[in-house]
């Protein structure tokens, strides 16, 4: 059939992948088909200047994941470049946080291993004349750059000979010069589009002692020289990084064609993971640990896995969130919620069901005899979980209930204890409230009860009870610290507006509480997760805790707003379905965009959406005086409000990260035609979509991107018809299928048609003239 070497190892079986098909496993299927490698080596390669965060378990897994699915190789290489920030403490940690994550890496390395390598490699691209030594201060360089509109101006320094810049690049090694006085740069195209390929930085110059090499070098390689020539050195074959690196790819295949023979690494990059609320990135996380403002890098608000472990939160639960935001090519910022409810799956079949009293209020039990207490025989899970156990628990004359579950003036509909009323004590009997006692400032201080000891099984008859209550028998309650988290951020995206991200710090993301916890826990084992009955999932944090004085972390509430929203819309959860996890659900709806909105900006919101946008968008966009003035602007230049208010909220928006939009690259009639070509077909939503990032990325007009890159989507019959015939003729066994019944092969052949036009081609009219060709 082919005369490639066959691959080493089969593709996996869908069912048995740690990482999901996406649009990377369709490059490594096909490069495995045509023989362009024999096996797969990945590598995850973090610089070691903070933490590893929820970002990074998703590269991780993506890295080391395929390497495990298709049996090849991955990497772990620390990205050791910078002296300046870098420090082995954050190597020990990373490494620590991937094993936690339950990932094996097969061979460890450090890009600082390869400095002499990449120290030849540099020589050999000056003997080749595609590397130059410049002395130009590092503001002229920026200076003698350009912009995107204008070409770079050549260095005076670019014709240096090859012997002179031999001879400075290994006096900048030696330390003969100061820094700044020279850098190494690669000698490409000052006038390139690409603004990284005018002649980017190679090395510069820093007397900074690094963590592994000591002071032997003066010389540090940049990151875009070191990346991809590592990748090269280790034999990695497809280097997956994220969306912000895309403009680097040009630079890096330059890079490994003129050192390295085929096969040569391929760099693919997917969208970031983002969640509301939480911040990914290293250099800000930073600053919070630096600041003061957590009580370190684990810290359990942190987004680190560090913080997230200390939580509570399971390695399973993070890698069934990755699962479910999926690999894909767009960025988008996923609902916090998703977290939450990733956890919250995870813990409900592995945390037993116990009580904590975390706000106590007393109860006395007036018709038990004091001292007296009973054993009673309480079972760990409900009944929705398929699992047995139970655990003794005490009941005595004296008790504490939650002080929120009693009301002295209790409201319509009040489901649990008031004067005079009675409730179930969980597990337990029922009690009836005779008597309320105050203290000085008029606080309830005491409640005497009477219990009704035929009541643990059946209700006796004439007996009502408006709800259940969870509660703890006080002489063997173990006093415990709770501590409650809520987000470490009160905006979805912090700093966004151009706002200091710290500013958006939710200064009331820790509470912390003095209560009591059932006695059976202190004979668990201390990692045991528990689900404390109403109040949701918790467990020992193991650094502040002792066996006298437990304290427990809040590893997530009960709600379940996420799955109230999941069962209305397609947007919710793809594996299971959602769950509401307690007997009085404490809802929380998602924050009503249109509540929020000012009396100034109802009108505006009515207009919109009087023009059709939907009433997220509108609200949003009338919410936003600096979007309002845009949206109305687009308006006026391209009448679609749908689609102009779609554009605008979803990635408009998202893009902005925080600028102003007076700061964005092209203005408002660059934005209008955008949507104006994705409206009349002129391109596809999918090439829509990367014309907006390069416009973000300053490339100019839309029409000129549009031009530059082919992306022009061919509409017309005529063109296509070849093209049709030519695929149907490719494939003549298929067709064949096809007209014997396996109707379901039209997918495949206007995967290839698209293919064939290199995606250029409008699918629904691919699929039409094949449905006619194919009859
Ligand atoms: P940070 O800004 O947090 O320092 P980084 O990208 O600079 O992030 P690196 O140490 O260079 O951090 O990251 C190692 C790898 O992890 C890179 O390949 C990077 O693309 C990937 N990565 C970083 N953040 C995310 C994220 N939020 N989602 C997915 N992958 C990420
Ligand atoms: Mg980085």
Request: net charge negative; glycine share 8%; charged share 30%.
């Amino acid at each position: 059939m082919s005369e490639h070497p066959e691959p080493e190892f089969p593709p996996p079986d869908d069912d048995a992948r740690v990482v999901r098909p996406n649009f990377i496993t369709e490059v490594i299927d096909a490069d495995l088909e045509a023989g362009r490698h024999r096996t797969v080596v990945t590598r995850f390669p973090p610089e070691p200047n903070g933490y590893l965060h929820i970002g990074h378990a998703m590269a991780i897994m993506l890295n080391l994941g395929l390497a495990d699915d298709y049996r090849g190789h991955a990497n772990l290489r620390f990205d050791d470049t910078n002296p300046i920030t870098e420090d082995p403490k954050f190597v020990a940690a990373m490494k620590a946080d991937i094993a936690w994550l339950g990932f094996e890496w097969d061979n460890l390395h450090h890009a600082s291993d390869y400095f002499e390598t990449l120290y030849g490699l540099a020589l050999r691209l000056i003997e080749q004349g595609d590397a130059y030594v410049d002395s130009l201060s590092e503001e002229e360089i920026r200076d003698y750059r350009g912009t995107v509109t204008e070409p770079g101006q050549p260095s005076p320094y670019r014709n240096r000979t090859v012997t002179e810049n031999l001879a400075l690049f290994e006096g900048m090694r030696k330390g003969d010069f100061g820094e700044g006085e020279h850098v190494l740069r690669a000698r490409i195209d000052m006038a390139a589009r690409n603004m990284i390929m005018r002649d980017p930085l190679l090395y510069r110059i820093r007397h900074t002692p690094h963590y592994r090499t000591g002071s032997e070098w003066h010389i540090y390689p940049m990151y875009d020289f070191a990346h991809p020539l590592s990748d090269a050195i280790e034999g990695v074959t497809h280097s997956l990084c994220t969306l912000e690196f895309e403009n680097n790819r040009e630079f890096y295949d330059w890079l490994v064609e003129r050192l390295f023979d085929e096969p040569r690494p391929h760099q693919y990059e997917f969208a970031r993971l983002n969640l509301e609320y939480l911040i990914t990135s290293k250099r800000k996380l930073i600053q919070l640990v630096e600041g003061g403002y957590v009580s370190g890098w684990d810290d359990p608000r942190m987004p680190t896995l560090a913080g997230l472990r200390r939580r509570g939160v399971t390695p399973e639960a993070l890698r069934d969130l990755v699962d479910r935001t999926g690999v894909t090519k767009t960025n988008a910022r996923n609902d916090y919620a998703l977290l939450e409810y990733a956890i919250r799956d995870d813990l409900n079949s592995r945390a037993p069901r116990v009580m904590a009293v975390i706000d106590p209020l007393k109860v006395t039990i007036t018709n038990l005899p004091n001292g007296s207490a009973k054993m009673l025989d309480a079972p760990y899970w409900p009944h929705d979980v398929p699992k047995d156990g139970s655990r003794p628990l005490p009941f005595s004359g004296s008790l504490w209930i939650e002080r929120a579950d009693f009301s002295e003036a209790p409201p319509e509909g009040w489901r649990r204890l008031s004067p005079g009323g009675s409730v179930r004590l969980r597990h337990a009997y029922v009690i009836t409230c005779d008597e309320v006692i105050t203290g000085d400032d008029d606080r309830v201080v005491e409640l005497r009860c009477r219990y009704h000891p035929d009541s643990r099984g059946e209700l006796p008859a004439g007996l009502a009870v408006s709800g259940v209550i969870h509660w703890l028998s006080a002489p063997q309650a173990v006093p415990a610290e709770f501590r409650l988290y809520e987000r470490l951020f009160s905006e979805p995206v912090p700093g966004a507006g151009g706002k200091p991200f710290l500013e958006d710090l939710n200064l009331e993301s820790l509470l912390q509480k003095r209560g009591f916890v059932e006695p059976s826990v202190v004979n668990d084992p201390s990692d045991t997760r528990y689900q404390f009955e109403r109040h949701g999932y918790f467990w020992r944090d193991a650094r502040d805790s002792t066996r006298e004085g437990p304290v427990f972390n809040r590893i997530v509430t009960l709600r379940d707003s996420w799955g109230k929203a999941a069962r209305t819309s397609k947007a919710g959860p793809t594996k299971n379905a959602a769950r509401v996890d307690e007997a009085q659900p404490q809802t929380e709806e998602k924050p009503d965009l249109v509540a929020d909105l000012t009396a100034a900006q109802r009108p505006l919101f009515e207009r919109y959406r009087g023009l059709g946008v939907a009433r997220d968008e509108a609200a949003l966009i009338a919410g936003d005086s600096e979007l309002t003035t845009f949206f109305d602007e687009v308006l006026s230049a391209h009448d679609d409000p749908v689609a102009v208010a779609n554009w605008v909220v979803n990635d408009l928006r998202r893009e902005l990260k925080g600028r102003a939009l007076s700061d964005l690259p092209f203005d408002v009639g660059a934005f209008a035609r955008l949507i104006a070509l994705a409206d009349d077909g002129t391109i596809s939503t999918r090439a829509a979509k990367e014309v907006f990032e390069a416009m973000v990325a300053g490339e100019g007009d839309p029409d000129g991107i549009v031009a530059a890159r082919g992306l022009k989507q061919v509409s017309d019959a005529g063109a296509l018809e070849p093209l049709i015939a030519k695929v149907l003729g490719d494939n003549p066994d298929k067709v064949a299928a096809f007209r014997g019944g396996k109707t379901g092969l039209l997918g495949f052949f206007v995967g290839q048609a698209m293919r064939e036009t290199r995606g250029a081609a409008n699918p629904q009219l691919v699929r039409e003239l094949l449905e006619r060709a194919l009859g």
